[in-house]
């Protein structure tokens, strides 16, 4: 699995009310969907056997993100007594909750804390633990070594920027 990008996590932590996160891990989505299918690409390879696992449902204002979404409201809070509106729409964010380093690092942690409960899932149906370094954008970043951002890549594997 690639790394999970921020917009779950800022739908954990920016959400009210808190929503409720129900973690999906999907096998077989490369063998219908394959980067390397041909012409016509939107149309699904028939035939391929797909696995939908669902895990159980998370309450985000308790548990593993109850603390994240405290530390959220508390940065929030802060930049609201600089600026009224701040934080006040969800996905309408001043420079510093989308930059300061407080904030990338907590939307990080809720990122992974989101991937580790997919992971969980996965080890549930008995595939083997994947090598931590696909966890991390650096990881995708350096893919291939060529500066080619899509298709196969010097490893064999394949990327598709969406």
Same mark, same amino acid.
């Given at each position: 699995?690639?790394?999970? &990008?921020?917009?779950? $996590?800022?739908?954990?932590? !920016?959400?009210?009310?808190?929503?409720?996160?129900?973690?999906?891990?999907? !096998?077989? @989505?490369? *063998?219908?969907?394959? !980067?390397?299918?041909?012409?016509?690409?939107?149309?699904?390879?028939?035939?391929?056997?797909?696995?939908? +696992?669902?895990?159980?449902?998370?309450? +985000?204002? %308790?548990?593993?993100?109850?603390? @994240?979404?405290?530390?959220?409201?508390?940065?929030? $809070?802060?930049? *609201?007594?600089?600026?009224? !509106?701040?934080?006040?729409?969800? /996905?309408?964010? +001043?420079?510093?909750?989308?930059? =300061?380093?407080?904030?990338?690092?907590?939307? @990080?942690?809720?990122? @992974? &804390?989101?991937?580790?409960?997919?992971?969980?899932?996965?080890? $549930?149906?008995?595939?083997?633990?994947?090598?931590?370094?696909? =966890?991390?954008?650096? +990881?995708?970043?350096?893919?291939? /070594?060529?500066? %080619?951002?899509?298709? %196969?890549?010097?490893? /064999? =594997?394949?990327?598709?920027?969406?």
């Amino acid at each position: 699995m690639r790394y999970f &990008k921020w917009g779950v $996590s800022r739908l954990i932590l !920016e959400s009210e009310p808190a929503p409720t996160f129900v973690p999906v891990y999907i !096998e077989g @989505m490369d *063998q219908v969907y394959h !980067e390397s299918r041909e012409f016509p690409r939107p149309i699904p390879r028939p035939g391929k056997d797909l696995a939908v +696992t669902f895990g159980d449902a998370i309450e +985000t204002d %308790q548990g593993i993100f109850g603390e @994240m979404r405290r530390k959220w409201r508390d940065i929030v $809070s802060r930049e *609201q007594a600089k600026d009224p !509106e701040a934080g006040r729409h969800v /996905g309408v964010l +001043t420079e510093n909750l989308k930059y =300061s380093e407080e904030a990338k690092e907590l939307r @990080m942690e809720c990122t @992974m &804390k989101v991937r580790d409960e997919i992971i969980k899932l996965r080890r $549930s149906r008995g595939l083997p633990d994947e090598d931590p370094k696909n =966890s991390l954008v650096a +990881t995708w970043r350096a893919e291939g /070594g060529t500066g %080619q951002r899509e298709g %196969q890549m010097a490893d /064999g =594997s394949w990327v598709k920027d969406t």
